[in-house]
């Protein structure tokens, strides 16, 4: 098993890049409030971290307002466009379910993947907040443009009535109206590139971890920033809805622009108080440079002696990044190569003569984490593409059914989220506070089960929702075809839905929490920005899958006889064979799971317990496995 200190997430360092739904956030804030009440800040830095640290003069709390009114003011206008765009591009741009499903998964997956490049740029050249800055004014110019699509006549097309709509009798909405639309969907992925992956590290730059009060008030940070959080998307999910679906789309697009607007004015008046720490280089070449290099060693024979010293590259850390040493490890062994110190490849001084040429064993084992962790982070991808369905075709079941609470009121179809949000917000604190000690008793593990159960759990979750959402979307059918009306609306409540939804919730409790949190402790404390752009990647790559299987299933599935499962009325198609699809889907990608989970090899770590030590550190461990432990799938 893994030591204590080994397995603690050091909570100071974590980046998320908050590039995913935003029930999946709301989850986050509850997982990491409790996990940083469970870790110790007792971890010490290696001498040039602490002095550079301790040279830096924080600008701490007296920035949090402008970070803060900065962030809220942001997602609330994200949040407050996507929340009920499915709607807006069925019922006001007229589109088939399909091509409106296909480019919610297509921008949804471009604007997971654009934050790996954006993370770059900032590391490596421009630093968090000119990446921010420019980033803010991408994001309100395509939040003008697609607020734009909804105020002027000539970027939409012309109104059309419910009943024509249901005769299919409206006019769609021409190439240019699309153009124009995905214009501003691609500027508002721009400003997320800048955003999600520099946000939150921005906010942490502001204190000094080096110091008890710098540790307290990162946490502190992260409490206030997911409480925030937590009433945007109850706003956005409630209050914007509802006035884009009952009022007026362009309030309901207007609001979240101005916001977006307070959020820039809010960013620059806290200008002069931020600290602006430099860029350090990125991860993605001290990566190219491990593969370059064990390639060009590729005929070289990795020697049997076991000792470290002399025939691997391993100098102290320097930087202000790099917080704790891996040791040398046998997985992988080929990458080894790269650190194999050959003639004429170091300088007198130590330093290397081409760093192409030959790396670092902290630079090999770096590396390892990344192909470690891939099998786990390919199984994530099939697990989220379930949740991609929330956004569309629940949205569209719901417009079927009847949405009155009371004789006036009626739900919005994209309000219906908020049951998710519901279910992880009562889920999670009692998780944490009466099922994982109960199973802490039992298993004698810190977090009660492992990581990899946790997420597998999520997985079970997940196809459970799907055919949770099959079984009610049958019944949804037959009862609006057995009571046929001029709207095709179902004599049952919207409710039904809430099975589905709260087991979709539960999965992102299981599921989400849990790869965020194994990411986080699997890589060194320096690469947790890529370990949070990997899981945007997962979400990105589950979005580009989505939209594959309703492409393919739309074209795959019809006849002449009857029209394909997802056609554009779905009382007529079989929405319910697609959900249990995805649901099968789901068991292979879990019987796939199972069998990575079980041969992972968890990472081990050497903190940096002594200024003394930096150069010996990593240097006299025998050339085999020093991870602390292996813990398997049980």
Known sequence: MLGEKDKKTKLSAFHPSLSFSPSSLLCCRSGFSSTAEKEPNNEK???TGSESANKKKPGGWKAMPFILGNETFERLAAFGLFANFMVYLTREFHLDQVYASNILNIWSGITNFFPLVGAFISDAYVGRFRTIAFASF??????????????LPEFHPPPCTPQQQILNQCVKASTYHVGVLLMGLCLLS?????IRPCSIPFGVDQFDPTTDEGKKGINSFFNWYYTTFT?????TQTVVVYIQDSVSWKIGFAIPTVCMFCSIIMFFIGTRIYV?????GSIFSSIAQVLVAAYKKRKVKLPIEKQVDGIFYDPPLTGTVVLSKLPLTNQFRALNKAALIMEDEVNPDGSRVNQWKLVSIQQVEEVKC???TFPIWAAGILGFTSMAQQGTFTV?????????????????????GVISFITIGLWVPFYDRVVVPTLRRMTKHEGGITLLQRIGIGMVFSTLSMVAAGLVEKVRRDSANSHPNPMGIAPMSVMWLAPQLILMGLCEAFNVIGLIEFFNRQFPEHMRSIANALFSCSFALASYVSSILVTTVHHATGTHRHPDWLTNDINEGRLDYFYYLVAGIGVLNLIYFLFVAQRYHYKGSIDLQDKAQDVELGSKGELGYHTAGHEDFK
């Open 138 to 151: 991408s994001s309100l110019l395509g939040m003008i443009m697609v607020t734009l699509t909804a105020w």
């Open 190 to 194: 721009i400003g997320s590139a800048g």
């Open 396 to 416: 569209s079941q719901a417009l079927k059914m009847d949405r009155h609470l009371g004789p006036k009121f009626q739900i919005p179809a994209g309000s219906l």
């Open 231 to 235: 009433v945007v998307l109850l706003i």
């Open 370 to 372: 990344l192909a470690r």
């Open 45 to 47: 830095l290696s001498k």
């Open 276 to 280: 602006h720490v430099k860029p350090e």
